[in-house]
């Protein structure tokens, strides 16, 4: 099952799209979740300002009528349900994920701000799910700027390529697995990235620059993908290692990929975060969906066709 989360947005309806595709590919079926605050669905018919609550429930049927229509317009043989549940977005998509293959949000919903590039959802709940958690962009813009969703056309076609990041941490070894697996389910090929800078990882505060031996990285980078190769032998993999910051290189390197893939937690991170600094980076400047695999992560054994 894939959970995606819907609230009225552009973005939101764009998560349902890819979420649909996803599941076609999976065989797999789709559960949408709008969420609403607990009170308006307790609230009782004869309290005062009891319209306010039927009209938060009737907008909140709206919501996934217009989700659940976006879905059957992908034309694809997916078992699709929706549910409106009671509570904050994050806690509600989070718990709902439970038992899912994967998370699908919109990178902005209706209540962000303007100037924010993620918004709070998508952000609260990637790095904290129990399974990977794919953020969709909105479409372009309309004319007017307005929130309004855009009509949805035809899928974009597919470039045929799945880029993942590499950073030779234990817990990457996950986001690798996920990777090979998408690109198997896609018939793409995989482009695997690793960067280094000039600085030591861990070392933001030494003033002395260390300079990796390239070599060195690239051999870090062949072993990552060592017995994954064997796993999946239909995936055609590029292995590409440049000097520079993580963040723009994947960022360049995935620019027209189908699907960037991450890991949640990085080599150089602090360990009392939750999401690593290049996970977070790249939510916010990546051009399209990035999916953000936790440490640990067990890849289900996925059909393909």
Known sequence: MIVVGVDGSRAGLEAVGWAVREAALRRAGVRMVHAVPKWSMEMSETVPYAEVGRWMRECAAGVLAEAVERAAREGLDVAVESECLPGDP????????????????????????????????????????????????????????????????????????????????????????????????????????????????????????????????????????????????????????????????LRNASAHADLLVVGSRGRGGMTGLILGSVSHAVLHHASGPVAVVPDGWQQPVLSQA
């Open 90 to 249: 994050r806690p509600v998509l989070i718990e709902s994920a439970g038992d899912a293959e994967l998370l699908v949000v919109g990178n902005h919903g209706l209540g962000g701000f303007r100037g924010l590039l993620v918004g709070s959802v998508a952000l609260g709940i990637t790095g904290r799910a129990p399974c990977p958690v794919v953020m969709v962009s909105g479409a372009p813009a309309v004319a007017d700027d307005t929130d309004e969703a855009a009509p949805a056309g035809p899928a974009a076609l597919p470039h045929g390529e799945v880029v993942v990041g590499v950073d030779g941490s234990d817990g990457g070894s996950a986001a690798i697995g996920f990777a090979f697996a998408e690109a198997a389910l896609r018939g793409a090929e995989l482009r695997a990235v690793h960067a280094w800078n000039h600085l030591a990882p861990g070392a933001g505060f030494d003033p002395i620059p260390v300079i990796p031996e390239e070599g060195a990285e690239r051999r870090l980078l062949a072993q990552a993908l060592a017995g994954w190769r064997e796993r999946y032998p239909s995936v055609k993999v590029t292995e590409q290692a440049d000097r520079g910051h993580p963040v723009d290189v």
